[in-house]
């Protein structure tokens, strides 16, 4: 799905707000696997409070809003938009190790091995469909972006299919 939204977006975009905001498409695009990571934290994120665990639980959250905030002024010092987009990818990637790293020490537990080995996939995935978009011929891009996709969405088909 994450792969349908980028290429998407600069389509849904001007349909859905103002034309305006067509400059924050390529800023939403590079941001895009921030939403992957933000997907996998969250739910790592509710064990430390699962476990009754509160101060871990506030002490990571407010790490996690610091190194937002320093990945958004280090992104857009180096990129402006898209490198907010960047930035934020990275510190949310950051945010994820981190609570993985705390989760395996303070507690035992560990990502399971067919989620690492899906986000192992998926991300390279996501980052290929996002470089389709700096493709700057239309017709290639959107060549490009779709087959991408498609292969993306098949393999997340398969998995899904195995897995359930």
Same mark, same amino acid.
Request: proline share 4%; glycine share 6%; hydrophobic share 55%.
């Given at each position: 799905?994450?792969?349908?939204?980028?290429?998407?977006?600069?389509?849904?975009?001007?349909?859905?707000?103002?034309?305006?905001?067509?400059?924050?498409?390529?800023?939403?695009?590079?941001?895009?696997?921030?939403?992957?990571?933000?997907?996998?934290?969250?739910?790592?994120?509710?064990?430390?409070?699962?476990?009754?665990?509160?101060?871990?639980?506030?002490?990571?959250?407010?790490?996690?809003?610091?190194?937002?905030?320093?990945?958004?002024?280090?992104?857009?010092?180096?990129?402006?938009?898209?490198? %907010?987009?960047?930035?934020?990818?990275?510190?949310?990637?950051?945010?994820?190790? %981190?609570?993985?790293?705390?989760?395996?020490?303070?507690?035992?537990?560990?990502?399971?091995?067919?989620?690492?080995?899906?986000?192992?996939?998926?991300?390279?995935?996501?980052?290929?469909?996002?470089?389709?978009?700096?493709?700057?011929?239309?017709?290639?891009?959107?060549?490009?972006?779709?087959?991408?996709?498609?292969?993306?969405?098949?393999?997340?088909?398969?998995?899904?299919?195995?897995?359930?």
């Amino acid at each position: 799905m994450m792969c349908v939204f980028i290429l998407c977006l600069p389509v849904i975009v001007p349909l859905l707000f103002s034309v305006k905001f067509i400059e924050a498409v390529p800023m939403a695009q590079a941001m895009s696997l921030t939403m992957v990571f933000k997907s996998v934290c969250l739910p790592v994120s509710y064990v430390m409070l699962a476990k009754g665990d509160s101060k871990t639980y506030i002490f990571l959250e407010s790490w996690s809003y610091i190194v937002a905030v320093a990945g958004v002024i280090i992104g857009y010092r180096l990129g402006g938009l898209v490198g %907010t987009g960047m930035g934020l990818s990275v510190a949310y990637a950051i945010e994820l190790t %981190t609570n993985a790293t705390t989760l395996h020490f303070r507690y035992g537990l560990v990502v399971g091995k067919k989620l690492a080995r899906y986000m192992l996939l998926l991300c390279p995935s996501v980052m290929a469909v996002y470089a389709s978009t700096l493709i700057p011929h239309d017709i290639m891009r959107w060549s490009v972006g779709i087959l991408l996709t498609i292969a993306s969405s098949l393999f997340s088909l398969h998995t899904f299919r195995h897995t359930v």
